[in-house]
């Protein structure tokens, strides 16, 4: 794994217009950043990234299952008691998923390791199965990557070939997502594009314009019932709104399910390390106030739970993170290590929620920069991925998203 200084398309920001890709700055700042590229081997891709995602993918939903049977998990990981049913019983009737990003660090050696899943509502999707590929064709052609370079790259045939499976030719899908959100609306896009050329109708609405009939059912501005809706809204404010009630007799599938909020959940972590406590891809996780009661004098947690924290105690001490179970963009993260907070997220949104605390495990630094890996998942296997970077050590809704290709 290297990042490498390549010369930029002289025209890529009139490309990147042409193609919708409006937010390529934000802030004032570059998003799109093309001066260099990270370059991966074959087998850095195949079996340090890919094989291990799907892996860790099959590992979430054994922990789904453990997490719906437990009250306990449930109420943990913020779930309202109100929808616990809702929740499990979209998981025991196995409702489909379409995608999910888990977050990776890798330095090109050990094993990569699991910082988060997004797996409700992760974005970078435009970015990461169409824009860069379209990075990767055109500096073949121009003769800037050397000849046979390729990228790990079939996110967007894999959403085609989902679509098919899950649904007939003809079947009406809509998609959702908050108004006057760029970044959103690519994601929703490059879903409805896949969903498109697998044959389905795709219907855009924004989230504001959803109704509900006198019967119950969902309603687009246009009066058309919803049977299936891709909602880029994540489940953890969704039950929290009036709108939670409606769900169960409303006859509407919702993409990604009810069950997702479990694995979209940054307790989910702790858990995983419970079910697979020394994987090489995972790092030592706990709920926070598990780690207050096995600091504290006399302390009693769980005694499992206390004989687990007192193997990885010596890691936790010497660095941890302390996460929101939910959170973006980095919000409310802070990095402790010795004892000390080194780094505190500056954003507080999210700071009402309970936490959980992992080890900490430092990015890799390439020319001042940490790259995080984002793993592609489409239904159950890793189908690519993306890399965004940060000069911070926590990374945050400035960071840059940069492309990747194979070589040797």
């Known amino acids: 794994m290297d990042k490498i ?36 081997s074959l087998r850095q891709v195949e079996d340090d990234i890919e094989d291990p995602a799907t892996e860790l993918h099959a590992m979430c939903r054994e922990a789904a299952a453990q997490i719906v049977a437990s009250q306990r998990l ?11 049913d809702l929740v499990a019983d979209s998981w025991r009737r196995n409702e489909p998923e379409i995608y999910g990003r888990f977050d990776l660090a890798y330095d090109g050696r050990g094993p990569a390791k699991l910082l988060e899943y997004n797996a409700d ?33 079939g996110i967007h045939e894999a959403l085609v070939e ?91 599938m919702f993409l990604e399910p009810a069950w997702k909020a479990l694995l979209s959940n940054k307790g989910l972590l702790p858990v995983l390390w419970q079910m697979f406590e020394g994987h090489p891809n995972l790092l030592p996780a ?9 600091l504290v004098e006399n302390g009693r947690p769980a005694r499992e739970v206390a004989d687990r924290f007192a193997r ?38 999210y700071d009402r ?16 920069f940490r790259p995080v890996i984002g793993a592609w998942i489409i239904g159950q296997e890793c189908a690519g991925m993306g890399l965004r970077e940060d000069r911070a050590r926590i990374t945050q809704d400035l960071s840059r998203f940069k492309p990747h290709f194979i070589a040797g």
């Open 353 to 368: 929620h309970p936490r959980i605390v992992q080890a900490y495990h430092p990015l890799p630094v390439f020319d001042g």
């Open 286 to 294: 706990f709920f926070a106030d598990d780690v207050a009661d096995a």
């Open 74 to 84: 449930m109420e943990r990981l913020g779930i309202p008691a109100q929808h616990h």
């Open 312 to 349: 990885a105690a010596d890691v936790l001490q010497s660095g941890h993170v302390v996460k929101p179970i939910f959170s973006r963009e980095g919000a409310g993260i802070r990095i402790v290590e010795a004892g000390t907070e080194t780094e505190i997220s500056a954003n507080t949104d």
């Open 5 to 40: 200084s390549l010369p930029e398309r002289p025209d890529w920001r009139e490309t990147a217009r042409d193609a919708g890709f409006t937010f390529a700055d934000m802030h004032g700042e570059p998003y799109w950043d093309e001066s260099s590229a990270y370059r991966f």
């Open 121 to 153: 509502t992760p974005t970078s999707l435009y970015e990461s199965a169409s824009f860069q590929w379209q990075w990767l064709e055109d500096q073949l052609e121009h003769g800037v990557l050397p000849r046979g370079a390729d990228q790990f790259n």
């Open 162 to 252: 989902r679509f098919r499976a899950l649904f007939d030719p003809g079947t009406d899908l809509h998609f959702s997502a908050t108004a006057g959100n760029p970044e959103d609306y690519a994601t929703v896009e490059a879903m409805g594009w896949a969903a498109r050329e697998a044959g389905m109708g795709a219907h855009y609405s924004d989230l504001d314009k959803i109704g509900v009939t006198p019967d119950g059912q969902f309603i687009d501005a246009e009066d058309r019932v919803i049977g299936t809706l891709f909602k880029l809204y994540p489940w953890e404010d969704l039950l929290n709104d009036d709108y939670a009630a409606r769900i169960a007799g409303s006859g509407c």
